[in-house]
């Protein structure tokens, strides 16, 4: 029970949704009532959530990079993280009342108990022990003014791109700082994906010399194309034309290790570097293939953000992401038809769809609780 004044209040029934750890597209709901805030503590309710093929990479390196470590679940089971927004329903925090909305890391899952730290006038932090180990980049909830403008379509944008594109101008930075690794072109695959195509904005935003090719799939050649983003477009049974100018950096969003091998031999000598970012193609994640020479980096935005906040200054970095934020979201929302449905059952459908690479690049998944 929530005690309001005189008033005691019977809990929410709590609804989650689980995913198999080694199979993405086994799901599992589980309903309980929602825990009672303890001292210090918020219950957040969930609003809506963003879908997108970077939540499904959260599920396939969840154990690699900690994303199951966020929202506990049962053995063998997680929860997992997606980017929404969220309304306090009770709070035994002083500065922060019931009534509040916030913007953060949220679970696919209707409530979530936080407990507010380093509580500022934009933001407060989640101190729960277990998520300390993992970035704060992620333990961070933005303040939302109740008089701020906005709108459903504002918000849903703000879901669907505005973590994707941080990690975007992070690895264009990145690379500007590195002089491209000699590299004068760049390959991204899975072109149509929202960071890839944030990551395109961002180059050629700030590097518009260097020679920006698309890769993706047949089906959405078209409408990679019609960005006017890349400076080629090519689909993926198309690799063997791959003709970039000069030594070419590779940015692999898809995790095709078959299409990165075909790249490699079709580029053989001629590839600079290669980031690892997402792996949007996930039943081709395990496919076998020969080690390959430069090798592959991950690239972990929390770190790099750190890294260019550390050396900048965050005043500094937060007007250099804003600056370029702004220009791409307007283009985002001409590109991209917002999809919002309601509901576990429409979650788990979407869920599904995003995890066998049938959603459409033109189209943003909202799902409100």
């Not at 904005?201 to 983003?229: C, D, K, M, W």
Request: net charge neutral.
């Amino acid at each position: 029970m929530v005690q309001r004044g005189n008033k005691e209040t019977v809990m929410p029934i709590k609804r989650e949704m689980l995913v198999r750890r080694d199979a993405l597209d086994q799901l599992a709901i589980n309903e309980t009532l929602a825990p009672e805030p303890g001292a210090g503590e918020l219950l957040l309710e969930v609003e809506r959530i963003a879908l997108t093929a970077n939540t499904v990479t959260y599920g396939v390196v969840g154990a690699e990079v900690g994303y199951w470590n966020f929202f506990p679940a049962p053995e063998g089971w997680g929860v997992v993280p997606a980017w929404g927004f969220a309304r306090v329903v009770a709070s035994r925090c002083a500065e922060i009342a019931a009534g509040e909305r916030v913007y953060g890391f949220l679970p696919m899952a209707s409530h979530l108990i936080v407990t507010p730290g380093k509580i500022g006038a934009g933001l407060f932090r989640d101190m729960a022990p277990h998520r300390q180990p993992m970035s704060a980049v992620y333990n961070q909830y933005r303040r939302l003014a109740p008089d701020l403008p906005t709108t459903p379509e504002h918000d849903a944008l703000r879901m669907l791109f505005e973590p994707l594109f941080l990690t975007s101008f992070l690895i264009a930075d990145a690379l500007r700082r590195a002089d491209f690794r000699g590299g004068e072109s760049v390959v991204l695959t899975s072109a149509s994906s929202k960071t890839a195509l944030g990551t395109a904005y961002a180059l050629r935003a700030r590097s518009p010399g260097v020679q920006r090719i698309g890769l993706t799939s047949a089906a959405n050649r078209a409408f990679v194309a019609g960005t006017g983003l890349y400076d080629a477009v090519l689909a993926y049974d198309a690799i063997e034309t791959l003709a970039p100018t000069g030594a070419t950096v590779v940015i692999d969003f898809a995790g095709d290790a078959a299409v990165l091998a075909a790249i490699y031999a079709r580029l053989a000598g001629r590839i600079a570097h290669c980031l690892r970012v997402g792996v949007t193609h996930y039943d081709a994640r395990d496919r076998a293939a020969a080690p390959l020479a430069p090798r592959p980096v991950w690239f972990f935005a929390p770190d790099a953000a750190t890294t260019l906040i550390g050396e900048i200054g965050q005043d500094a970095f937060t007007l250099a992401v804003a600056a370029e934020w702004d220009g791409f979201v307007a283009l985002a929302a001409r590109l991209v038809r917002v999809d919002e449905e309601s509901g576990i059952d429409a979650l788990q459908r979407i869920w599904r769809l995003q995890v066998a690479g049938q959603a459409k690049p033109d189209t943003g998944y909202c799902v409100r609780f």
